[in-house]
């Protein structure tokens, strides 16, 4: 609204021989100061004030004040708290009975803030605020009134004058009704999180909420549907302002009081006269883009704290940090989601397009790699039009960075969004200097990170305040935070945001040294974690390596083609109980193979060389080339000579132990009895139960039943004390085999169901695949043949997923049972009860265990 509302048709404007004459509505005591401001200014525009405190009187009869509204050409209401003095034999108080009076004449009304109102006063207000021919605004102080009714009779005279000449309508135009544009497709996948918006804005104590992430995520897409389905509040009162185009803090201002139809006023900041036509308002204000535009937070503070009913939902890529925000993290879809979304936008360029057996699997890998971000998803289903589902995958494999010149052709969608690059280079633009260094830097990182690992490859001579830094990428949502650990806050980028940054650090020419610190820190992290893996902390300490996992494995890539083997050794050696207990013995088998064939392998220290002869002659007994293994172990114990090597010494005879099938009985019990003895004086818990369950395994193979439950027993209690969940399964496995071989089905059971919901919680592989080989023999000896069958199926898939065999020691008393079943079943029989196991997933394969031999 302009600062004057116009009734019926408008006056020549008055020559100077006749004054126009203002007429000034207050309380005498109440607003004295006030009183004396409005004379001021009235005065220095040369115009008259009609004030009775210059009468005799200080309560003029009606007549009086009915004569004198008649002379004047204006209005002029200033009320503070007061109502004013009902008068004997009168219905209202004569503040009340002059508004009345003014009939058709210009109103300006300015109440006082932060003054407690009377009743009465309160509700002639509010018919006050309802009255199209009035101007309200509020004031603080006699000097900011006499400010605004200086600008306000500036515009009136000229509005008026300009009325007159053009013979026009009332000056004064309504606000525009709220108009929230309606998207061309349907939102997909975010019913829970608009219902999470909708219940905050329903809230009456929420008055600001922000939808947060990364470009492209959907925000602008969220918050239009909640703004069609906002609650109690009507279509024509939501109001959607885009501030793309916006880039500075007055732009912001100007941009949503365009949108409401509200103008300048003489001098009068734009704020302000926002402030007051939105004053009491229901108003719920979409800002859409604001992250460019953060230095105008203050102002949207002030719209609301004086518009006490006034709402506005913000999307952006950074917290505004303002009291009273409700932050509501946008995330990338899940999976169901975003390969529903994806099939929606593949059908607007292919009509016939649909999931099928042939396509799903492409499809859901194609949803995974571009990290369930809605964007992306639309850009690469526009691509269908010329390429297959499964061959647009294998492009964005080959090179992730080449999705970000995906492109589409849609003329409504903003440039910037027409391929992800624009949309990423928009968010990039937006940092300082050290942000977008930082942001190169955290590329290297695979997965997940600590702050303690972005401090190691974000610092190069300390131009970069990590802390700091990384806060503010977080803020603007080009860094995730990870909070599933409450223990540990970890971070990572999206697929996307990690491959463009990954260019920009490529172009800064830091790539090599950034990888080096990588490298650097995940060596020291490693000499830390080997030895907690193997402690009571071996819970926290794995869970540590399963955050950083790919990180450590693209370090012994980049090692190997680096001709380092140091590094390989020195990040896969001490991880070895990890590669075990993660199922990933195979993998890292390559590596050691690949790192023991490096030239730099034989100028390796004799620690380092050791730990990888070891670790490859481990490998190759997980996968059952124990004549591979042996030769690689003899030459282990061979460079072993000396002090400081007793606990490795060790590891290699109980490693021997299981390797030497070819020698005696008793030559590889003395091996492993030696081995025990040293973890025992070492003091070594995970050594010394390792070394006792190859030293069971041992007894069971010959024949000493109660020997090798003893000797398991012993482990178990170990394990449990030093916490490790793997090794106690491992012994429970134990336990149960060596009651199946004494032939008791009954507590060979009561020992496997134990394991069996260790394995379902740990999903270790190699360790589930005995586990089920046990149960297949409970059943057979429950006469469950086809059960047995079935179970052995499953251990049998299992174990060829990963790339393991059957401990050698225990590989007997295996070939018994799976000659066993082979006997009790007819051949087809036994085909289909192999098949079905085949095809059932390890961990529904142990509880169909527990239930099919309860």
């Not at 095809?839 to 509880?847: E, I, S």
Request: with cysteine.
């Amino acid at each position: 609204m302009t600062a004057v509302a116009e009734a019926g048709t408008a006056s020549p404007i008055s020559t100077p021989d006749r004054r126009l004459r203002i007429f000034v509505s207050s309380t005498l005591q109440e607003l004295a100061d006030e009183r004396r401001a409005v004379q001021g200014v009235i005065t220095q525009l040369r115009l008259t004030p009609v004030m009775f405190e210059l009468g005799a009187r200080p309560h003029p009869p009606r007549d009086l004040y009915r004569a004198y509204l008649a002379q004047s050409d204006v209005f002029v209401g200033v009320y503070a708290g007061s109502y004013g003095w009902v008068a004997p034999d009168e219905e209202v108080s004569g503040l009340e009975d002059e508004y009345r009076l003014s009939g058709d004449l210009p109103k300006l009304i300015y109440v006082k803030s932060g003054v407690e109102q009377q009743p009465r006063l309160k509700e002639l207000l509010n018919r006050i605020r309802g009255d199209d021919d009035a101007s309200y605004k509020r004031f603080t102080t006699a000097d900011e009134l006499a400010g605004l009714l200086g600008d306000d009779l500036a515009v009136l005279l000229t509005e008026r004058f300009t009325a007159s000449r053009l013979a026009a309508d009332p000056v004064v135009e309504p606000l525009r009704p709220g108009r929230v544009p309606v998207p061309p497709t349907p939102l997909v996948g975010r019913a829970d999180e608009v219902q999470e918006v909708l219940d905050l804005l329903a809230d009456p104590g929420v008055r600001l909420v922000s939808l947060v992430g990364p470009g492209g995520i959907g925000k602008t897409r969220m918050a239009l549907q909640a703004g069609l389905l906002a609650p109690g509040i009507h279509e024509d009162a939501v109001w959607f302002v885009d501030l793309a185009s916006v880039h500075d803090r007055a732009g912001v201002v100007d941009a949503v009081a365009a949108a409401f139809g509200v103008r300048r006023e003489g001098t009068r900041p734009l704020l302000d006269v926002l402030v007051d036509r939105l004053v009491d308002r229901d108003v719920l204000l979409i800002l859409d883009n604001f992250e460019q535009v953060l230095d105008a937070a203050p102002d949207l503070a002030r719209l609301l704290d004086g518009c006490a009913r006034l709402k506005v939902l913000v999307t952006t890529r950074t917290v505004l940090g303002l009291r009273g925000e409700h932050v509501v993290s946008v995330a990338p879809l899940v999976l169901t989601a975003a390969v529903e979304l994806f099939v929606a936008r593949a059908r607007q360029v292919r009509p016939g397009f649909r999931l099928t057996p042939a396509n799903e699997g492409a499809v859901a890998d194609l949803c995974l790699l571009l990290d369930g971000i809605p964007l992306a998803l639309e850009l690469a289903a526009a691509q269908l039009r010329v390429r297959t589902p499964a061959a647009l995958l294998e492009r964005l494999r080959q090179r992730l960075d080449r999705s970000l010149d995906l492109s589409v052709d849609l003329a409504d969608l903003p440039s910037r969004q027409r391929t992800l690059r624009a949309t990423l280079d928009w968010s990039h633009s937006l940092l300082g200097e050290s942000q977008r260094t930082l942001l190169a830097r955290l590329s290297v990182f695979s997965a997940r990170w600590t702050l303690e690992g972005a401090e190691a490859v974000g610092v190069s001579d300390e131009d970069v305040d990590v802390d700091e830094t990384l806060a503010a990428l977080v803020a603007a949502s080009l860094v995730v935070l990870d909070e599933s650990d409450a223990e540990q806050l970890r971070f990572r980028l999206l697929s996307p945001v990690r491959s463009f940054a990954a260019g920009r650090l490529l172009e800064s020419g830091e790539r090599d040294a950034t990888l080096g610190r990588l490298t650097t820190y995940l060596v020291d992290l490693v000499e830390t974690a080997g030895p907690g893996l193997l402690g009571p902390d071996n819970r926290a300490w794995a869970e540590q390596i399963d955050a950083c996992r790919d990180d450590l494995l693209a370090a012994t890539a980049r090692a190997v083609d680096a001709d380092d083997a140091e590094t390989v050794v020195r990040i896969a050696a001490p991880l070895f109980p990890y590669w075990w207990s993660r199922g990933m013995l195979l993998q890292l088998s390559e590596v050691a193979e690949r790192a023991a064939a490096l030239p730099s392998a034989a100028g390796l220290a004799m620690l380092p060389h050791a730990s990888l002869l070891w670790a490859r002659g481990m490998f190759r007994i997980s996968k059952g080339q124990l004549a591979d293994a042996e030769p690689l172990l003899d030459a282990l114990l061979e460079r072993l000579q000396g002090p400081g090597v007793e606990r490795l010494r060790a590891f290699a005879l109980a490693g021997l132990a299981l390797a030497r099938v070819r020698t005696t009985p008793t030559e590889r019990s003395a091996l492993v009895g030696t081995a025990v003895g040293t973890f025992r004086d070492l003091d070594d818990g995970w050594g010394l139960t390792f070394a006792l369950s190859v030293q069971g395994q041992l007894a069971l193979a010959s024949g000493d039943l109660a020997g090798a439950t003893r000797i398991h027993t012993e482990a178990l209690g170990v394990a449990r004390r030093i916490g490790s969940d793997y090794l106690e399964v491992q012994l429970l496995d134990l336990l149960g085999v060596g009651a199946l071989v004494a032939g008791d089905p009954v507590a060979a059971r009561v020992s496997l169901v134990a394991a069996a919901r260790l394995h379902q919680r740990l999903a270790d592989s190699e360790g589930s695949a005995n586990c089920l080989g046990g149960f297949a023999a409970v059943a057979l000896m429950q006469g469950r043949s086809q059960v047995a069958a079935e179970l052995m199926g499953v251990a049998a898939r299992t174990r060829e997923l990963v790339g393991v065999t059957i401990w050698p020691a225990l590989q007997p008393s295996a070939a018994q049972l799976e000659l066993a079943i082979t006997s009790a079943l007819p051949g087809a029989d036994l085909d289909a009860a192999l098949a079905r196991g085949r095809a059932m997933p390890m961990l529904q394969g142990l509880a169909y265990a527990v239930d099919a031999t309860a």
